[in-house]
């Protein structure tokens, strides 16, 4: 049984290279060119916004099968970076390398948390919908 989902968001010009992202009941966020490309400062950029999905999805689909299989960890953290090179003659992603460090309370639960980041990286919505090289590099520490 499959189901689709329709997700929308709204972006309204506000001055400049700048501009006002809008969705449903969820606060704006003020978004620009980044300076890389002559934009302003202090801004959210789309570039931004590509990499944040693309963390954001890994953690959330991490939680997510960390919790459908009742597996309890002490804290997710990650970073995540992405190189922009020019190819066939337009600027593109071509690698996105996502950081997670994920605390475990003990030796025996890395095994498992390790095997739930794999899970992750196979059934992200976001990395399974983009042409860049996504590559994920945890980090499974704890006391012990």
């Not at 460090?101 to 890395?110: A, F, H, L």
Request: with cysteine; proline share 5%; aromatic share 12%.
């Amino acid at each position: 049984m499959s189901k689709n989902f329709i997700f929308k968001t709204k972006i309204k010009w506000t001055e400049g290279k700048k501009g006002k992202l809008y969705s449903l009941k969820k606060p704006s966020i003020e978004v620009s060119t980044p300076p890389e490309f002559k934009g302003p400062d202090g801004y959210w950029s789309p570039e931004d916004l590509f990499l944040a999905s693309i963390n954001s999805c890994i953690m959330t689909t991490f939680i997510h099968f960390a919790q459908k299989e009742s597996f309890t960890f002490l804290s997710y953290e990650s970073e995540v970076e992405g190189e922009v090179s020019f190819e066939e003659g337009k600027l593109i992603f071509s690698s996105v390398t996502v950081r997670p460090v994920i605390e475990v309370k003990s030796e025996s639960d890395r095994g498992k948390a390790e095997q739930l980041i794999e899970k992750s990286e196979r059934y992200c919505l976001i990395s399974a919908s983009v042409k860049s090289k996504v590559t994920i590099l945890p980090k499974i520490e704890g006391n012990f």
